[in-house]
């Protein structure tokens, strides 16, 4: 009896996990489908060559443009100035959380570095607005700091605790026989976690890193709140940028339903889910390539 409940069990879990599974990959392919339908009837009324290459998003004007390229630019401007910011500053706390901290020290630092990934955005983005960007006005002798690089140090702030803690758990993962080895050969700490411990978790951390810059890409309320939104072509940090989230969610509630404009802010999303997609499969694709690296 007890068996075939065990095995009822085992039916009954399998079951459940293969329905969820189907379940998010059906919502996905729905997502996708949605913005890709859409997508079409905006290229029926605009060309594909003028969304993608004209230089000014203005679909409320006299002469309406719809050109994206203002719009991805900006977003990789404040993506990448997160990136540089939040990269080096997760990794090294990560290798001194797992190689230089006290257990003690460790236990404290990793619970607040998470609850960091629990503050809303709008509270960081209101952070931007009172403090970030006053100190970057100053410092730039600008009107005000709503700017990319105002954004990029929030998303910074924001990537920073998935980064830490994805790249210190790769790191505590690898066995200690790497450090006593390296040890043993008369490597110090420093030379151990350069040499030997950080490119053996390099899945890990590239893993690490396109969280980040998922997390990054996807904001949307910090964005919006701390650079300004202007829609011109960026030409610089120091500029107003208007990202693809951010077009989004100021004009989706506004515009007329089925226009041109309606359709013009599904093909920007769907663009973005493109972009989000190719930055998780580069991620994949460099991972599984190191680790058959490393297995040869």
């Given at each position: 009896?007890?068996?075939?409940?065990?095995?009822?069990i085992?039916r009954?879990?399998?079951?459940?996990?293969?329905?969820?599974?189907?379940?998010?990959?059906?919502?996905?392919?729905?997502?996708?489908?949605?913005?890709?339908w859409?997508?079409v009837?905006?290229?029926?009324?605009?060309?594909?060559l003028d969304?993608?290459?004209?230089?000014?998003?203005?679909?409320?004007?006299?002469h309406?443009?719809?050109?994206?390229?203002p719009?991805?630019?900006?977003?990789?401007?404040?993506?990448?100035?997160?990136?540089?910011?939040?990269?080096?500053?997760?990794?090294?706390?990560a290798?001194?959380?797992?190689?230089?901290?006290?257990?003690?020290?460790?236990n404290?630092?990793k619970?607040?570095i998470?609850?960091?990934?629990a503050?809303?955005s709008?509270?960081?983005?209101?952070?931007?607005i009172?403090?970030?960007?006053?100190?970057?006005?100053?410092?730039t002798?600008?009107?005000?700091?709503?700017?990319?690089?105002?954004?990029?140090?929030?998303?910074?702030?924001?990537?920073?605790?998935t980064?830490?803690?994805?790249?210190?758990?790769?790191l505590?993962?690898?066995?200690?026989?790497?450090r006593?080895?390296?040890?043993?050969v008369?490597?110090n700490?420093?030379?151990?976690?350069?040499k030997?411990?950080?490119?053996?978790?390099?899945?890990g951390?590239i893993a690490a890193?396109?969280?980040?810059?998922g997390?990054?890409?996807?904001?949307?309320?910090?964005?919006?709140?701390?650079?300004?939104?202007?829609?011109a072509f960026?030409?610089?940090f120091?500029?107003?940028?208007?990202?693809?989230?951010a077009?989004?969610a100021?004009?989706?509630?506004?515009?007329?339903y089925?226009?041109?404009?309606?359709?013009?802010?599904?093909?920007?999303?769907?663009?973005l889910?493109?972009?989000?997609?190719?930055?998780?499969?580069a991620?994949e694709?460099?991972?599984n390539?190191?680790r058959?690296?490393?297995?040869?």
């Amino acid at each position: 009896m007890k068996l075939a409940a065990r095995e009822a069990i085992d039916r009954f879990v399998k079951i459940l996990f293969r329905t969820t599974g189907l379940l998010v990959i059906g919502i996905l392919g729905g997502i996708f489908i949605m913005l890709l339908w859409n997508t079409v009837s905006f290229f029926l009324h605009i060309k594909p060559l003028d969304f993608f290459t004209a230089n000014q998003w203005n679909p409320g004007g006299h002469h309406a443009s719809y050109g994206i390229l203002p719009l991805m630019v900006s977003t990789s401007l404040v993506t990448l100035g997160a990136m540089l910011i939040a990269i080096p500053l997760g990794i090294g706390t990560a290798a001194f959380m797992s190689e230089y901290a006290s257990k003690r020290l460790r236990n404290i630092l990793k619970p607040m570095i998470e609850m960091l990934a629990a503050v809303p955005s709008v509270a960081i983005g209101f952070l931007g607005i009172v403090i970030v960007g006053p100190e970057i006005a100053k410092l730039t002798h600008q009107a005000n700091g709503l700017n990319a690089l105002n954004g990029a140090v929030l998303l910074a702030i924001m990537a920073l605790p998935t980064i830490i803690t994805v790249t210190e758990d790769a790191l505590q993962a690898l066995p200690s026989t790497y450090r006593e080895a390296s040890y043993s050969v008369g490597a110090n700490r420093w030379q151990t976690l350069r040499k030997v411990i950080i490119p053996s978790a390099a899945p890990g951390i590239i893993a690490a890193i396109m969280l980040g810059v998922g997390r990054a890409i996807g904001e949307t309320m910090t964005v919006l709140m701390a650079t300004g939104n202007a829609s011109a072509f960026p030409k610089g940090f120091f500029h107003s940028v208007r990202t693809i989230t951010a077009t989004i969610a100021i004009e989706m509630g506004e515009v007329p339903y089925q226009t041109t404009h309606y359709y013009a802010l599904f093909a920007i999303a769907a663009v973005l889910f493109i972009i989000t997609l190719l930055v998780n499969l580069a991620g994949e694709y460099f991972v599984n390539r190191y680790r058959k690296y490393q297995a040869a």
